[in-house]
């Protein structure tokens, strides 16, 4: 306890001085490990640049040029589940930070009370109830009844002499970054989950309109064949393999539907509304391909939120390596009261009834069989998987990118020689019917001509698909637009109480 003679300037010296010890921070500073990142995209030296401007200053489905599409992604963001619940997991980690910076500063705790009791004198205090200090009546039992009243404020304050504090503040301020490139990363996922879905709907409706014409091609077909039966020039097996076909595109114009609905059900989930109360219209797929501006495989570190959210799981777990190495040291803690205590109420707080106490509390762990060490060496293997998640992920985004500009470039040269075939297809099929009429040739060719031209149809209509899908999965793999700058900034508290 420090006696009177201290005074306000001496005890300030004293606490200024545990304050510069307290500038040392045990454990490692972070410093980003390096990963080897290529100069140039292997798939760009086919790349078309691409004029349009880069998607990180609108919102990536813009380039689309859909408003339907523009007004689903709006509300994703707004009504997305799994968008919320990365979104409370992100005010968790700022709660988590809030609370660990609010132990670096002293406290305090205000108590009260009030006693009302009888004190047997002569046990307790031989010689009377003089000295014992509750001021009271005595009785003729030979004790006292008196009052005690007592209000105080009481302060503790652990001093951060080894960093203790801070690196877990380190590590909090990243944990609540990582928390934010996860709620980045979880939005962009489900934009574009919702872009695919998206087009992929549209792209049945295209089918399903394929399909109604080609029943009702068939149908004229199978009324031509019948009348031909009829004239007796056409043979019943005519007929039954114009009816096969009819029914074949009719089971298949049905089975658009139930994949329609499934993917209409898909998208109410991903904008957060119940299946049963959501519909889209049936409508047109666009027949624009937007270009994608791609960068320099450099940048991909900046502009992938799961990039960045391993970066700072890196950095959170650095810090637990101090908070670790620092439970080796001594911890002080000041420990101080002040208050009143008397037995009379209205004079409680005059200045001969205060009370005080001011000291330290220094403690160190002599031996716990090594179990401080362990935790260092857990919290090391902690930040070396750290590394080589971040590794992995940065990897895997490199492939991602690359995968999918190849998957945009081949696709676009297959769509070439899938609208040839479309056209070559219908050409054959309108030839092979006209020469059937002619009785040229049997039915047979016929339906060949006719299924060919089908497919190829419906083969074009996937790849125009697959293209649509590959260019949302290249966005989504360099980040739709995201960027590093937009986690949140953490405040510097070693800079506010300038003892770093």
């Known amino acids: 306890m420090i006696s009177q003679a201290h005074s306000p300037q001496s005890l300030a010296l004293w606490i200024g001085i545990l ?67 990365a979104e409370a997991a992100y005010r968790l980690a700022i709660g988590v930070l809030d609370a660990t910076i609010a132990t670096l500063y002293p406290t305090v705790n205000a108590t009260g009370s009030g006693v009302r009791s009888r004190i047997n004198s002569a046990e307790f205090f031989p010689g009377g109830p003089s000295g014992s200090g509750i001021i009271g009546v005595p009785n003729t039992s030979g004790s006292t009844i008196g009052n005690q009243f007592i209000t105080s404020l009481a302060g503790t304050w652990t001093i951060d002499l080894w960093g203790q504090i801070r690196r877990s503040i380190e590590g909090a301020e990243a944990s609540v970054q990582v928390s934010a490139a996860n709620l980045a990363a979880a939005r962009l996922s489900a934009q574009a ?93 666009s027949s624009f391909v937007p270009s994608v501006p791609v960068g320099v495989p450099s940048t991909l570190l900046e502009r992938r939120p799961d990039i960045a959210a391993a970066e700072r799981t890196m950095a959170s777990a650095n810090a637990q390596i101090g908070v670790a190495i620092s439970a080796f040291f001594p911890s002080l803690i000041i420990n101080s009261s002040y208050g009143f205590a008397g037995s009379v109420l209205r004079t409680l707080f005059q200045a001969s009834n205060s009370i005080w106490s001011v000291g ?47 998957a945009v470039r081949i696709l676009a040269d297959q769509a070439k020689f899938t609208k040839k075939a479309v056209v070559s297809s219908q050409t054959a099929e309108r030839m092979f019917f006209r020469q059937y009429k002619g009785d040229l040739v049997d039915y047979t060719g016929v339906v060949v001509a006719q299924v060919a031209s089908l497919s190829a149809q419906q083969t074009d209509l996937t ?14 793999a360099l980040g739709g637009g995201w960027n590093t700058s937009q986690l949140p900034k953490v405040y510097r508290w070693d800079s506010f109480l300038k003892i770093d």
């Open 19 to 85: 304050l510069s010890f307290s500038a040392c921070k045990v454990g490692p500073d972070y410093e980003r490990p390096l990963v080897e990142t290529p100069t140039v995209y292997k798939e760009k030296i086919y790349w078309k640049p691409a004029e349009p401007q880069e998607v990180s200053r609108d919102p990536w489905w813009l380039i689309f040029k859909d408003p339907l599409l523009n007004e689903l992604e709006k509300q994703v963001d707004v009504s997305n589940q799994n968008i919320k619940a």
């Open 193 to 285: 989950t919702l872009a695919v879905s998206y087009f992929q709907l549209r792209t049945l409706d295209e089918m399903k309109r394929l399909l109604d014409a080609t029943v009702a091609h068939y149908a004229r077909s199978l009324k031509i064949t019948r009348n031909k039966h009829t004239s007796d020039v056409a043979a019943l097996t005519d007929v039954a393999q114009a009816e096969v076909q009819l029914d074949n595109a009719k089971a298949q114009a049905i089975n658009v539907g139930v994949q329609r609905a499934q993917l209409e059900h898909a998208i109410a989930v991903l904008i957060g509304k119940p299946p049963g109360e959501f519909r889209i219209p049936v409508g047109k797929l």
């Open 360 to 406: 330290p509390q220094l403690a160190l762990t002599v031996f716990d069989a090594g179990a401080r060490s362990a935790k260092v060496d857990q919290a090391r293997a902690t930040y070396d998987q750290a590394v080589a998640t971040y590794r992995q992920t940065v990897l895997a985004a490199f492939q991602q990118v690359e995968d999918q500009l190849a």
């Open 463 to 476: 790849v125009y698909q697959n293209r649509l899908v590959a260019i949302v999965s290249l966005i989504q």
